[in-house]
């Protein structure tokens, strides 16, 4: 097993993937768990339920690398999910999501090299893909860095991967929790009737990322398949007896969203569950990718143009499950 004996750190520890992850990881027979983060309060709050002795908390931010030197040493595997990732907070504080999701990657890239981490997955976005909002435009600048930072290790053994995926049900900030809080006034606000996401449950991301930490060879995008639905499908499954309030597509929103576009499609790889966008850098090799499907000229992975999607009755089935 890859995590046996190792110790993990994960950036935005506290948040509602790191929480779901290092809960999945001290399942299993690992050395050390680190929680990186700059809440003193949810880390507090996730100390007193988390006592396991292997946890560890540390104070930090992404954007100061002296304190992720401090903070990688002696650590085998990093799960980079700190970011700031609210749409409407990115337009209005751009220079912040820059300092954190930029500056913050190219500090984890850095850091990771010189502590000699063996291996880095980052967490990405659909947003990242074709972006139209900041927030989108800084992950996807995230990316490019961690898979040209397998280029920047030189002699070293260190290997970075992304994982890119969709909305995730319940999370922190995420439509579900806000739908729940409003339905008791009678009307459920919608920006658009048109407009469709992707879907996958916080088990699901984290599984695909233990998976891919298996997988990864340095340099991948993994994408896994996974459903899309419409919005107003979503707001029938919690509040089906709510009128629909119409109020307009917000700034840095999409209609749909994508995870992988066409010219990516070119180099990108089909597997059963996933897909896999290869680096375009000369010490790729496409060996590892060899029993992958090569995709059509013109492919694109969106939210509307996808071959799964869920009805309302299993919206609602998974809704009831959080």
């Not at 304190?67 to 907070?89: E, P, Q, S, T």
């Not at 806000?178 to 916080?202: A, N, Q, S």
């Not at 850098?281 to 939210?303: C, H, I």
Request: hydrophobic share 40%; glycine share 6%; with cysteine.
């Amino acid at each position: 097993m890859i995590l046996k004996d190792k110790v993990i750190l994960v950036t935005g520890g506290t948040g509602s993937f790191g929480r779901k992850f290092i809960k999945k990881v001290l399942e299993q027979d690992v050395k050390k768990v680190i929680v990186f983060s700059r809440d003193e309060l949810k880390q507090y709050e996730m100390a007193q339920e988390f006592t396991d002795p292997r946890m560890r908390f540390f104070i930090g931010d992404v954007r100061d690398k002296e304190r992720l030197y401090r903070a990688f040493d002696g650590v085998d595997i990093v799960i980079h999910a700190a970011a700031l990732k609210h749409v409407g907070a990115c337009e209005y504080n751009p220079f912040e999501a820059v300092k954190t999701n930029i500056h913050g990657a190219q500090n984890i890239v850095e850091a990771a090299i010189d502590r000699n981490v063996e291996k880095v997955i980052a967490l990405s976005t659909d947003k990242a893909a074709s972006p139209v909002n900041l927030y989108g435009a800084t992950k996807l600048a995230s990316d490019k860095l961690f898979v040209a930072a397998n280029s920047y290790v030189g002699d070293g053994n260190t290997k970075f991967s992304v994982v890119r995926y969709g909305n995730v049900v319940g999370s922190r900030g995420s439509v579900v929790p806000f739908f729940k809080k409003v339905k008791e006034t009678g009307r459920l606000p919608i920006t658009d009737e048109r407009m469709t996401r992707f879907w996958i449950t916080l088990d699901q991301g984290v599984q695909f990322v233990l998976d891919n930490l298996e997988r990864m060879h340095g340099g991948e995008i993994f994408v896994p398949k996974i459903p899309s639905m419409t919005v107003t499908d979503l707001a029938k499954a919690i509040a089906p007896e709510c009128e629909i309030d119409v109020i307009g597509i917000r700034p840095g929103e999409k209609l749909h969203e994508a995870m992988i576009m066409e010219d990516d499609a070119r180099h990108t790889k089909e597997f059963d569950t996933y897909y896999v966008i290869q680096p375009e850098f000369p010490w790729w090799s496409e060996e590892y990718t060899a029993a992958g499907k090569s995709l059509e000229d013109g492919f694109k992975y969106t939210s509307d143009s996808n071959t799964e999607w869920l009805s309302v009755e299993e919206l609602r089935a998974l809704v009831e499950e959080m």
